[in-house]
């Protein structure tokens, strides 16, 4: 019997010990969400008197701007209560007694009360971290070493605590609750590491037996052995001494009084992974000694997959942002070139009234038509990326003599070369093959345009086809000026014009387009390219 009075006194001090001396405000309603007890942290944190607070509903410390909203979801909550996180995704704000408002993080735990629901809020303030991500909430507990050395005088309360049993079972199934329900793993373990304390919340996550590991392993057996050597290093530059790659990694700030507060991977029993944020501190005894550590840890998986959709969308509105750039900057040199000059030639057009002077209205009639098929060109462009990006473009594959349709793509092409410009076609293998010809004529013509647009007036430009049993390549050659090794990573990107080529008309979409073609019809293309030593693209199908 006395034993058993001893351990439940044990029990009780242990957990009074938890709930009075948290680093964090905890706060127990009843199911009406009537304040009934605070704990001193939580007192002082919001600036009230225990007598100012019990038998107030929680909304009498939440701004007034949220209660309304509030008041429906702790009732939702009453319902169907559960150990958790309150807020995930949300910046949750407290109100002090003086009006100040703070930003907290609060995790929500429940337990049963003599048949009423009750519940716990474990509450922290997180000014000091939103403001300079440095400062930690300390959490600091009895220790269990303080509990021994006053064991004695336990044992001599004994007798008067026989007489209030019932109020001290009451008492050690409450702050049972506080740990069994938190919300939160928390873990504790001696000076050396070795885990001393696995709250089921912990078990739950972790997958790991409590019975398994308190008294025999240190935290290390569920981190990652690489991500705790990695912070090593860090903390030896940080601290300017040595530090571990052991459990010295998570004790060396806070045997400083240091904030110690980092994010970790943790590995389940099963070898699944999920992301933490983890608060270490030092518990220490009257003399200020340290006899163990205590790790609070949140599972951060949502947050974190929140942060990630955001960070896309963002990349993504970015992307978009400077296509709309591009566009802009392209649009408005392409376009202002041939309008320019229509406008231009069709005012002398207008000038030349008598028949003599025919061949001058000839010649600026000229002049309109070729802008005008410029205009239609770039249009035609626009209209191509619109289709292959609505998905209204499909390869039809034929078969069909791959030597005619390019022998004829060349003899188009060289109507339009510059003087004494050469384009050059050879081909090897068979000549029948299996693709689109629509596309892959399109294909070589833009090629060859650039081609053409980049290369001297004395130059040759070489098409090469060849067919073999396994592939289709064809090969399109030019001296022209070349791409540099910067751009050239950037060759295949809509609106994109290589430094060297701003000031030669075209809109930066034909390559692209060529690449989409090539992969509708299941084809790679390559390319090799020098500064003033010309480019050659290799493209190149599979022969079926």
């Known amino acids: 019997m006395e034993n058993q009075k001893l351990d439940i006194t044990n029990e009780v001090h242990r957990y009074e010990g938890l709930f009075n001396h948290a680093s964090m405000g905890i706060i127990v309603l009843d199911s009406k969400s009537i304040i009934q007890s605070v704990n001193p942290f939580g007192l002082n944190l919001f600036g009230y008197k225990i007598n100012e607070v019990i038998g107030n509903p929680i909304e009498l410390l939440i701004p007034q701007r949220f209660q309304h909203k509030h008041i429906g979801h702790r009732d939702g909550y009453i319902k169907k209560p559960k150990s958790r996180p309150m807020g995930v995704g949300l910046d949750l704000f407290a109100v002090k007694k003086d009006g100040n408002e703070f930003p907290v993080e609060v995790s929500l735990g429940k337990y049963d009360n003599n048949g009423e629901k009750n519940v716990i809020a474990f509450i922290s303030d997180i000014t000091v971290r939103k403001l300079a991500e440095a400062e930690v909430i300390k959490l600091n507990n009895e220790l269990e070493e303080k509990i021994e050395r006053r064991t004695t005088q336990l044992t001599i309360a004994m007798e008067q605590l026989e007489n209030s049993k019932m109020e001290l079972e009451s008492a050690i199934f409450f702050q049972k609750a506080i740990l069994d329900n938190a919300g939160a793993m928390i873990i504790g373990t001696d000076e050396k590491g070795i885990i001393k304390t696995?709250?089921?919340?912990?078990?739950?996550?972790?997958?790991?037996?409590?019975?398994?590991?308190?008294?025999?392993?240190?935290?290390?057996?569920?981190?990652?052995?690489?991500?705790?050597?990695?912070?090593?290093?860090?903390?030896?530059?940080?601290?300017?001494?040595?530090?571990?790659?052991?459990?010295?990694?998570?004790?060396?700030?806070?045997?400083?009084?240091?904030?110690?507060?980092?994010?970790?991977?943790?590995?389940?029993?099963?070898?699944?992974?999920?992301?933490?944020?983890?608060?270490?501190?030092?518990?220490?005894?009257?003399?200020?000694?340290?006899?163990?550590?205590?790790?609070?840890?949140?599972?951060?998986?949502?947050?974190?997959?929140?942060?990630?959709?955001?960070?896309?969308?963002?990349?993504?509105?970015?992307?978009?942002?400077?296509?709309?750039?591009?566009?802009?900057?392209?649009?408005?040199?392409?376009?202002?070139?041939?309008?320019?000059?229509?406008?231009?030639?069709?005012?002398?057009?207008?000038?030349?009234?008598?028949?003599?002077?025919?061949?001058?209205?000839?010649?600026?009639?000229?002049?309109?038509?070729?802008?005008?098929?410029?205009?239609?060109?770039l249009l035609n462009e626009f209209l191509s990326i619109g289709k292959i990006e609505d998905g209204k473009i499909n390869a039809n594959l034929v078969s069909f003599n791959i030597k005619e349709l390019l022998e004829i793509a060349c003899k188009e092409m060289q109507a339009l070369a510059k003087i004494n410009q050469r384009i050059k076609y050879v081909h090897e293998g068979e000549e029948m093959v299996i693709l689109d010809p629509s596309l892959l004529k399109n294909v070589i013509l833009n090629l060859l345009s650039n081609a053409i647009k980049f290369s001297s007036e004395q130059a040759v430009v070489l098409v090469k086809s060849e067919v073999t049993k396994d592939s289709i390549i064809i090969t399109v050659e030019d001296n022209g000026i070349g791409i540099s090794a910067e751009d050239q990573q950037h060759l295949f990107e809509r609106f994109f014009r290589a430094k060297n080529a701003v000031n030669i008309p075209g809109t930066g979409l034909g390559l692209h387009i060529v690449n989409k073609y090539i992969e509708m019809m299941q084809g790679q293309i390559a390319y090799k390219s020098e500064l003033e030593k010309g480019t050659k693209f290799i493209i190149q199908f599979g022969n079926f």
């Open 198 to 377: 696995f709250n089921p919340e912990a078990e739950r996550e972790l997958g790991f037996n409590a019975f398994d590991l308190i008294g025999k392993l240190s935290p290390l057996v569920f981190h990652d052995m690489e991500e705790v050597t990695s912070r090593s290093k860090e903390l030896s530059q940080e601290l300017k001494q040595p530090v571990s790659a052991d459990m010295d990694v998570f004790f060396a700030k806070a045997q400083l009084a240091l904030p110690n507060e980092y994010e970790w991977s943790y590995i389940r029993k099963d070898g699944s992974r999920f992301p933490v944020l983890l608060r270490v501190t030092a518990m220490r005894d009257d003399e200020f000694g340290i006899f163990g550590f205590l790790g609070i840890a949140l599972n951060i998986s949502e947050s974190k997959k929140v942060e990630k959709e955001l960070q896309v969308a963002l990349n993504k509105e970015k992307e978009l942002s400077e296509l709309k750039s591009r566009f802009v900057s392209m649009a408005s040199h392409e376009f202002r070139t041939p309008l320019s000059t229509i406008l231009s030639s069709a005012s002398l057009v207008a000038k030349y009234t008598e028949t003599s002077q025919q061949e001058n209205r000839d010649k600026h009639i000229d002049r309109i038509k070729s802008s005008v098929n410029s205009l239609v060109d």
